[in-house]
């Protein structure tokens, strides 16, 4: 099932996510929905808050990138088929150099700017059977790791901004919490005015 991406402004997206067990309910149909909100808007990654819950959750399928012609063999493969759900992660470690990429959010229709991360990453977490995994990443793998990590704390991407991006992108953000925005998926927005 489809769900509304809650778009910014909403408090959820400044909440630091909870960690959950096995136990929490309709897991298995909450990642089913969490995929079907993500591909239904052709992105590469979607965190709980984003659907409105702020648990630490969130899914990853990566392969998009690897049509990307620039990318050497070993990096189209390493995408290529990168489907995974990360549950109660932790970055342990981020390591080299930081290097920028052109980042966009689901939550912030219509906003692209470059952003600045350090390129490897060492996180633990669970997957969706709840088995653990302590993995390296690199890349833009790391990438879209360091992104979806970002929203189970209660960061966006326009956070990691220069103050001079910031305000000249402040009234885009304003209007998407209203509302004013174009998506060709289905959103929330915070400010919308209600009953029209
Ligand atoms: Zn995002």
Redesign the pocket.
Known sequence: MILPVIAYGDPVLRKVGKDITAEYPNLEKLIDNMWDTMYNASGV?L?AP?IGLPIRMFVIDASPFADDDDLSAEEKEALNGFKKVFINAKIEEETGDEWTFNE?????PEVREDVSRKETIVISYLDENFKEHKDTFGGLLARVIQ??Y??IEGV??TDKLSSLKKRIIKGKLGNISKGKVSADYRMKFPDAKKGR
């Open positions: 990654g965190a984003q966009g959010c689901l939550s912030i992104h979806e970002d929203h966006l991407f």
